[in-house]
Structures are given as C-alpha cells and as structure tokens.
C-alpha cells in the first residue's frame, strides 16, 4: 500500500510539474489598415528577436510570448510600431501607411526584357 501511495504521488507530482505555467502567454489580434482594412502577412516579432508569425487572410494572428516583452508589427508599405504585451492576451493593432514608401514600384524588380532588347539593339547601332 505505501509502495502505492509513493507512486501515486510521483505521477502527481510530475503531472504538475508539467502543467506548471512556462511564463509565456498565448497573444491573439488582428492587424489593420487605416479603414479597418486587414493587413494580409504582416509579422509580429519579438523585439531584438528574429522569431515571430505573420498575419493570415483576415489580418489575423495568435502568437506566445512572455507577458513582458514588446511585439514589433510591421508589414511593406506600412510604418513599424511596437506594443507591449505588459500581460494582455489580445492585440489589436492599426498600422500607420509609409509617407516614404513608393506607389506600386519595386526598386530591386528585374529590367522587363522588352527594354534589354532595346538597349542592346541601341548599343550596336552606335558601335
């Protein structure tokens, strides 16, 4: 019966154990435009942390992190802007459009071909 007993309370207190909180907290929101408009794959990360998620279809992300650390939400086109958990489960937040971001252009888009053609056709005429 003791046998039993020490058993019993062995199991109990590994079961514990393993149910103890970790210090995380599981974080839940959504990420907007100004208008309401969700923000498809913006990231969520930790503050001076590469980890993080990205926003689904609805603007929306569920993410644990300790309660005290600063998530960074960021997304192409948009300003960058940090809260602090400080504890909450659920952040929603709007992000601000970049005044500084070009409309529709990509710097690092590659020379559509019609346009090499050109300048190599340029180049020859001039040689």
């Known amino acids: 019966m003791k046998k039993l007993s020490i058993l019993t309370l062995a199991v109990l207190w590994t079961g ?38 990205m926003t689904d279809s609805r603007g929306q992300y569920n993410f644990t992190a300790p309660p005290d650390v600063v998530l960074v939400f960021s997304a192409p086109g948009y300003l960058a802007k940090e809260e602090s958990v400080a504890g909450r489960t659920e952040i929603d937040v709007q992000l601000e459009p970049d005044p500084d971001a070009k409309s529709g252009k990509k710097t690092d888009a590659p020379e559509p071909a019609d346009k090499k053609k050109k300048s190599r056709k340029s180049r020859r005429q001039t040689e």
């Open 16 to 53: 514990l154990a393993w149910a103890a909180p970790t210090g995380s907290i599981y974080v839940t929101g959504k990420v907007t435009a100004p208008g309401g408009k969700p923000i498809v794959e913006a990231m969520i990360s930790l503050k001076g942390n590469p980890y993080g998620t």
